[in-house]
């Protein structure tokens, strides 16, 4: 595995280096660089220390691993790949994605997963270990959001006003949810054996990645919330 060291280096020198890496490489002394691995396939890269804003945007397919916490807009706009987040993460992680996945173990800031879309087979999957700050799935169109909340257990899982928009995609949220506000254009409900089962799918790599038993993050109440209006926008923007 290729190492480089980015200290002293900007974005656009670090960038020219991993695309003239070999596919597996290592970035060492990371401090704040944005837009690392932007628009990348086929590498499987490796991250110490805490990457800037838009760490894999519009990634085409790349593995990043940041052994830590990364800043704001990770994973902006990406259409394949995956990105792991050992620590927390920033806000507006997943911004308009259309593919790929974004594992975190910790925490994510306000507006996670907002307006993620999906197309034909290409899904998108942000699953966040710990808690969400507000605005979750704001605009959500498609994809799959999950929040455990692991750690704490106390307490709100997410923030103010999720799903605030959403018109698409599903959510599942390791909580009761009784202190928690919807908007009236979502509903939401207790997870069915079927959407227990679909979880399972989406947790099983999330697990390994993180050294979690699957079976126990299973054993809980889930939550689910799903779009409720045909146009959830009229209430919203149409004068009557």
């Known amino acids: 595995m290729l190492s480089i060291n980015a200290d002293g280096l900007d974005h656009r020198e670090l960038n020219e280096a991993l695309r003239s890496a070999e596919r597996s490489c290592r970035i060492e002394s990371c401090l704040g660089q944005r837009f690392i691995a932007a628009g990348m396939a086929d590498k499987d890269i490796m991250i110490q220390g805490v990457p800037g804003n838009a760490l894999g945007a519009y990634l085409n397919g790349s593995t990043v691993t940041v052994q830590g916490n990364a800043q704001d807009a990770v994973g902006d706009t990406m259409n394949a790949g995956t990105i792991v987040i050992h620590g927390n993460v920033g806000d507006a992680a997943g911004y308009a994605m259309r593919g790929g996945r974004i594992f975190v173990k910790g925490n994510a800031g306000y507006r996670a997963g907002i307006h993620m879309k999906e197309y034909q087979d290409k899904v998108p999957l942000i699953v966040i270990g710990g808690k969400a700050g507000s605005f979750l799935g704001e605009y959500q169109a498609g994809g799959v959001i999950i929040v455990l909340d692991l750690e704490t257990r106390r307490g709100k899982c997410v923030g103010k006003y999720p799903c605030t928009g959403m018109h698409g995609g599903k959510m599942f949220l390791r909580s009761e949810c ?23 799918g989406h947790l099983m ?17 889930f939550t689910v919330v799903t779009p409720d209006s045909r146009n959830p926008y009229e209430e919203m923007y149409v004068a009557n």
């Open 205 to 221: 790599d999330y697990c390994k990645l993180f050294g979690l038993d699957l079976d126990e993050v299973m054993d809980a109440h």
């Open 178 to 200: 009784k202190d928690i506000e919807f908007p009236e254009q979502v509903t939401a409900r207790q997870a069915s054996p079927d959407d227990m089962n679909e979880l399972r």
